[in-house]
């Protein structure tokens, strides 16, 4: 980068008592403004600290010094040097006299924008955001000048201050071929704006600070006529521009709007939002964070829908190394950690308990018993023995069946049949599931206990899958619509259970392998995940798959409470078995029939 400051000229117009320490200081070539107060010590401010120049307190003849040799300040209370970027801004007292002054030093930095000089050659309009001093009105000037120059465009600068060009009527050579208007007083600075497309046909028109309603809505005139807008704000980043009502239009507007009752289910929300109002008035919007450390929001609409809706916006962050560099990095919400996969080997107890936690024997394991039927007939009694374990008393081997479930240690999980990127069919995971219809609190709870690589969108056209249930898709003609024209796939489960929610989403990661028997993850049956719920729910797996199962028998559970049956009833289902109730409160319990 190039850097011309002309600084002596700022330092010719201060007293020699403060001109000389700075002449004379290590970080003379870093000084960002001088700071002369009536009464109090002046002060040299350097970017990582700042130093009184001398140990005389400022006076009026101090001041009157430096005005003298200033242009004359305007409305805005700021002076300049004539052909120089520097800028001299002025404190008055109630009666207007000046006691103050900052001498803000003014740079041309030259290659500065080569971190965006793409973006610029786009035509499109941008929009610059940072905190004061981060450089916005430096990357302006460099913009006007590369537009004008390099690209050779008609380009008209509002310098409504003086400080993009420079003091006097000759602008400073940092903008090159570029034209400026100077504006008589702040506040007419959008009628200056509409003059120039009137009056100048300008290709691009560069603006510093817009501040106001007026400004806003003449900056939206001026982009809707054609003409590539670069401005500045004051606000850090984009989010404090929505909450602006005097500058929200430059994004596009806020507005609160009622959704119709079929519209808020699907989207998931509330009837009233907050939408866009209109198209923004700049394209591009980047965040100046730090000097060398920028933000872009390639498309401000997409950004600030996406921030409406409660997600991150698809954003870049830019840097320039110290070697010069430029480093590019898309930033986005981190990915739900992936789903581990299956074990190889899933059979047995050791199996089952790799998919939970081991909790210690409590309540009904160390003193309940299940109690298996008799066989359906004596011949499937004879096979079924034939291949089981060695004969024990059947109270005694549910026992058995219970200390081996709970002293087993968890084996190690193995990867998927999938990579960590990629799924199935080879879209990027985490898969973006637009549920219609189904509980979102159940498809959470789903997607949090097994771990899926799966995430729920409330746009369907961020969509990779619909997954609805199939009494709403019969009726909902416009659901099959916006699936068929935007190509996402439709997937419907009968009902919206946790059995049948899961066995969904399993079938949609390509996870159901019939060569491997399903393990039941109790966690995700259980409502608050007590002690009794899950002694009742390993009850019901052990008596699937060490009973139901291989022997054919059915097994009646012990007694419990209506919402504890309504689980183990889920659980049965997730193996595809069927179970009724039986009896009178409170002894009624759970009979599971085998397949």
Known sequence: MQITDDLNRLLDIVPDEIRQPLEQHPQRN???????????LPEARFPSLAEPLSQTPVSKADLSYCIDRVGSFGGDNRAGIEQTLH?????????????GLTLRVGRAVFGTIGIIRDLVETGQSILMLGRPGVGKTTALREIARVLADDLEKRVVIIDTSNEIAGDGDIPHPAIGRARRMQVSRPELQHQVMIEAVENHMPEVIVIDEIGTELEALAART?????????????????ENLMKNPTLADLIGGIQAVTLGDDEARRRGSQKTVLERKSPPTFE???????????????????????????????QQIRSVSDSGEVTIERESASPPVRFPGMPASASGPAAVSAMRPVTPISGWRSAGKMVPMPPQNEKFAAATAANSAPVLPETRYFEQLLEESLSVEPVPQQRGRYSQNVGPNGEDLPLHVYPYGIARHQLEQVISTLNLPVQLTKDIESADVVLALRSNVRNQSKLRHLAKTRQVPLHTIKAGTIPHVARALRRLLDMDDPGTPEVADLALFARSGTSDELEALEETRLAVEQIVIPKGQPVELLPRSPNVRKMQHELVEHYHLKSHS?????????????A
Do not use: C, K
């Open 582 to 594: 039986f009896g009178e409160e409170p002894n009624r319990r759970l009979r599971i029939f085998p």
């Open 87 to 99: 800028r001299i801004s002025a404190l008055r007292n109630r009666s207007g006299e000046i006691i």
């Open 284 to 314: 591009i919007a980047i965040e100046m964070l730090e000097r060398q450390r920028w933000v872009i929001h390639e498309r401000v609409s997409d950004s600030i829908d996406s921030l409406l809706r409660g997600r991150e916006p698809n």
């Open 222 to 238: 001026i982009a809707e006529r054609g003409v590539q807008l670069v401005g500045t704000a004051h606000g850090n980043r984009i």
């Open 30 to 40: 870093n000084l960002i403004e001088v700071v002369m107060d009536l009464g109090r």
